[in-house]
């Protein structure tokens, strides 16, 4: 009995050592692995907290407080998540810089992609590997080809990133890109993460909730959006999380960055002025996180609000991170948009969209996988 005894006390020293040994690693994960990134120190809580009355608590808030990252109900996993097989890109037929007067979308998955607007290329959440994670190697992997690649891409003149989570901000992402970019837009707090990849903080915008910058002729101004941020799980919504309104004297566009519907869209509408093209989430909603992720008749619904002549969704078809199936976003947005009369154009991964022709693409291009 005594044998037993004492063999039971060393398995239970051994789970308590296994225990101790994995609440380390993961505290010096989080806190020293490069990717994660450094947080705002307390100063610049501080000064958070001096600019806008959604800072308190140390984090930021969004407009409707009551907000909850997740409620009640779960969805059924579909077993349609990925496709049978890998989405094959098109690759990009974008010169290295468009005209004055010309506007130019192409997808890269997910949610990144490439406005050129006028004469200057603006580059979205670029998440270019194979995985959404924050290690490069392992974690949520790509389901969808990549058209493009640190090296092929051409010179980039503004880089938004819309909020700090693994989908939307890829270290190794930009530390390839760094060099050939320009000027990055971030919401508060995401210029601290850049600063510690080592960007330069002489490059960096960082701005609050409808702030706006003019950078060669084009104004941007972050927009609100419904969400939450942290790569930290334990230190969340330190930074802000946004969208992106730009206008040159041509033409106007909008991305919505992730987020639940409500009323900011026509807020957007009314402040701003109607947008030539909306880039907007649809994809890896749920019923449990309705407050943060649009579901996709919500997505046209946001796009009537903001007035937008043209549709464009992303945020879908490259990586899994909901239950639903991966053309569900798809199929459900085309629906709800020509029930409701919203223009809307689905361009395959890696096209580029000429909005001069955008009613052209219109292909369901996902039936055929």
């Not at 994960?29 to 959604?54: C, E, H, I, Q, W």
């Not at 308190?56 to 059924?76: K, R």
């Not at 464009?312 to 629906?335: E, Q």
Request: glycine fraction near 8%; aromatic fraction near 12%.
């Amino acid at each position: 009995m005594k044998g037993y005894v004492k063999m039971f006390g060393k398995i239970v020293l051994a789970l308590f050592i296994l225990v101790v040994l994995i609440v380390i690693l993961a505290f010096l994960f989080l806190n020293f692995y490069p990717s994660v990134g450094k947080l705002p120190n307390k100063d610049d809580a501080a000064r958070y907290a001096s600019m806008t009355s959604l800072y308190y608590d140390n984090q930021f808030h969004n407009e409707n407080n009551y907000i909850s990252v997740m409620t009640d109900g779960q969805d059924s996993k579909s077993d349609r998540r990925t496709p049978e097989t890998m989405i094959k890109a098109e690759k990009p037929t974008y010169e290295e810089h468009a005209d004055a007067g010309e506007l130019t979308f192409t997808w890269f998955g997910h949610s990144s992609s490439m406005v050129q607007l006028g004469d200057k290329n603006i580059l979205i959440d670029p998440v270019l590997g194979k995985y959404s994670s924050p290690v490069s190697f392992v974690g949520v992997k790509r389901f969808s080809e990549c058209p493009v690649t640190v090296d092929t891409l051409p010179p980039i003149d503004v880089l938004f990133i819309s909020h700090d989570h693994y989908d939307h901000l890829d270290y190794g992402t930009i530390k390839g890109i760094d060099e050939k970019t320009e000027h990055y837009i971030v919401p508060l707090g995401v210029d601290v993460i850049l600063k510690s990849y080592g960007v330069s903080a002489d490059k960096i915008t960082a701005l609050n909730w409808w702030e706006n910058t003019d950078i060669d002729g084009i104004t941007y101004t972050l927009t609100p959006s419904q969400h939450f941020t942290g790569r930290n799980p334990l230190k969340g919504n330190r930074t802000l999380w946004g969208g992106l309104f730009m206008k040159d004297d041509s033409h106007t566009v909008y991305y919505t960055g992730d987020g639940g519907y409500y009323d900011v869209f026509g807020r957007v509408y009314e402040n701003l002025g109607a947008a030539d093209l909306m880039i907007a989430e649809d994809g890896q909603y749920a019923n449990a996180w309705a407050s943060i992720h649009m579901m996709p008749e919500e997505t046209v619904q946001a796009a009537i609000d903001a007035n937008a002549k043209w549709l464009i969704p992303v945020h879908w078809g490259t990586f899994v991170l909901s239950n639903h199936s991966w053309d569900d976003p798809a199929i459900r947005v085309t629906n709800a948009a020509q029930e409701k009369g919203q223009n809307i154009a689905t361009p395959r991964i890696g096209q580029t969209v000429d909005y001069e022709d955008i009613s052209t693409y219109t292909e369901h291009w996902w039936e055929s996988y």
